[in-house]
């Protein structure tokens, strides 16, 4: 079993975007690109992650694929095994290596262009580089296209033996933008074999409540939930959820996805074993200082 070496919660990493900008990745630039022109600067970011008690951390490759890499002059190859290597250097042993597979930037048909079976070969090549480079499993995330996520858990699957976690981005209605509900996700995971499935992205944890208690209901899968540090601010780009609050809105989100009972922090009670196993870590605006909040919410570590 994958998980099957962790406890209850398991604790992934927090965004590589927003961390990348914050050391100089400029406004529109590619956050991937880094991975070669800045292998320091991503390394120490996967580093203080580990430090932080991330027991997975995503590679810096979520929108590394050939369509999106044409005009970069790197090749996915290039970007995914230094991505990997970096990210094994930083983890020591100590973490876990998942290859970031995100949307391929193109909408498939028929409401764009993209064909299915390119959508296939892009992620193939995709897991192929990750899977020789030495990742220990693979990650679909900030998916909106269910058809799009099926290609990529397929090709996945079938050029690789990793293991694969899936992830969607759900707006505060329940459903992703291209129309996917949280029981068609459930159900297309589930027939798919993934080893996890839930939300990262576009919400903080107490706007996504409604879409996880749905999905929760259609899966016996452990859950991941990775949301957004709420918003950020048009100026200064801070986000409005510190890492405090986070950790406080995410023990409800928790809840809804299957603890019994809930915990109350402010009451001193203590987290019981989730009914199943949890993935816990944030997506854009959150950083390591996130996590260390996270594992004392979770596991009470002072």
């Excluded at 050029?159 to 899936?166: D, E």
């Excluded at 409005?240 to 809804?256: G, T």
């Amino acid at each position: 079993m994958l998980f099957g070496s962790y406890g209850s919660y398991v604790f992934c990493d927090g965004a590589m975007g927003t961390m990348l900008q914050a050391r100089g990745l400029k406004a529109g630039e590619r956050s991937d690109i880094m991975t070669m022109t800045s292998p320091e600067t991503v390394e120490e970011v996967h580093r203080l992650y580990v430090e932080a008690g991330s027991e997975i951390i995503y590679t810096n490759t979520l929108g590394a694929n050939a369509l999106s890499l044409s005009a970069s002059g790197y090749s996915p190859q290039d970007v995914i095994t230094a991505a990997v290597t970096i990210a094994k250097r930083a983890a020591a042993g100590s973490s876990k290596v998942a290859l970031d597979i995100g949307p391929t930037g193109a909408l498939l048909e028929p409401v764009g262009n993209l064909g299915y079976e390119r959508a296939y070969e892009l992620f193939a090549e995709q897991a192929i580089a990750g899977w020789k480079a030495g990742a220990d499993m693979a990650v679909a995330e900030t998916m909106s296209d269910i058809t799009e996520l099926k290609a990529a858990i397929i090709a996945i699957k079938e050029n690789s033996s990793l293991p694969i976690i899936a992830t969607m981005t759900f707006d505060k209605t329940g459903t992703t933008y291209l129309g996917c509900t949280p029981e068609l996700f459930a159900q297309t995971a589930n027939d798919l074999g993934v080893s996890a499935i839930g939300l990262n992205c576009s919400l903080a944890p107490a706007e996504m409540m409604h879409t996880v208690e749905r999905l929760s209901k259609a899966t016996n899968l452990p859950i991941i939930l990775k949301p957004n540090a709420g918003l950020p601010d048009s100026e200064t780009g801070k986000y409005n959820i510190d890492a405090v609050e986070f950790a406080r809105q995410m023990l409800e989100l928790a809840a809804v996805a299957d603890f019994e009972p809930a915990a109350n922090p402010q009451m001193g009670s203590k987290l019981q074993a989730p009914k199943r196993i949890m993935l816990i870590g944030g997506c854009c605006g959150t950083t390591p200082d996130y996590i260390r909040e996270l594992r004392k919410a979770f596991i009470n570590e002072r």
